[in-house]
T-cell receptor
Framework: AQKITQTQPGMFVQEKEAVTLDCTYDTSDQSYGLFWYKQPSSGEMIFLIYQGSYDEQNATEGRYSLNFQKARKSANLVISASQLGDSAMYFCAMREGREYGGATNKLIFGTGTLLAVQP | DVKVTQSSRYLVKRTGEKVFLECVQDMDHENMFWYRQDPGLGLRLIYFSYDVKMKEKGDIPEGYSVSREKKERFSLILESASTNQTSMYLC??????????????FGEGSRLTVL
């Protein structure tokens, strides 16, 4: 069965430092997609970054990068130069189903990591 | 700007009441989803729909039903609310297939308390 594991319930990081949030996944599919979402205290889910299973380069979006290690089945999120506004819950997710052109795009989510950025 | 709107941010209901959670999206997306979020459990899929009048069970459908009469609207129904259905409910939508990544667009959530 497909599964996402986030082993860090909570983390602290100093402002301006980099932080890595861990995510491992389990799937027998050859094609899949990995996502990170941010959920601030206000509750909305904010999409951060996406990595396709066939993408050779690690995805980057501004201060966010996804450290994709396919053989290890890990998809860690790296936030560089942390800011106070980065304090939030972070969820790793995986798209079930086939690659583009037919997927119903169900996502399965991990349990989340609560990040607290300290001044 | 893309938008998924959930009708109520906060609801308080009594045990045994019938509860409707409404979700509307304005992006002409085929897929719509209802997730439930609980501390330590992350988001769990209740039901999803990939077309009007179509629905499929997710991982935790027991105690819930859904309705999708129009493409833009997806309703979650608790036929007889129970205290263990106290939770945050998140609606999401996404386009079907094509070259999209499968990113879900979420509403702001509905926090339901059942007393």
């Amino acid at each position: 069965a497909q599964k996402i594991t986030q082993t860090q319930p909570g983390m602290f990081v100093q402002e301006k430092e980099a932080v890595t949030l861990d995510c491992t996944y389990d799937t027998s599919d050859q094609s899949y997609g990995l996502f990170w979402y941010k959920q601030p205290s206000s509750g909305e889910m904010i999409f951060l970054i996406y990595q396709g299973s066939y993408d050779e380069q690690n995805a980057t979006e501004g201060r966010y990068s996804l450290n994709f290690q396919k053989a290890r089945k890990s998809a860690n999120l790296v936030i560089s130069a942390s800011q106070l506004g980065d304090s939030a819950m972070y969820f790793c997710a995986m798209r079930e189903g086939r690659e583009y052109g037919g997927a119903t795009n169900k996502l399965i989510f991990g349990t989340g990591t609560l990040l607290a950025v300290q001044p | 700007d893309v938008k998924v709107t959930q009708s109520s941010r906060y609801l308080v209901k009594r045990t045994g009441e019938k509860v409707f959670l409404e979700c509307v999206q304005d992006m002409d997306h085929e897929n719509m989803f209802w997730y439930r979020q609980d501390p330590g459990l992350g988001l769990r899929l209740i039901y999803f729909s990939y077309d009007v009048k179509m629905k499929e069970k997710g991982d935790i459908p027991e105690g819930y039903s859904v309705s999708r009469e129009k493409k833009e609207r997806f309703s979650l129904i608790l036929e007889s609310a129970s205290t263990n259905q106290t939770s945050m409910y998140l609606c999401a939508s996404s386009p079907f297939g094509g070259a999209n990544t499968g990113e879900l667009f979420f509403g702001e959530g509905s926090r339901l308390t059942v007393l």
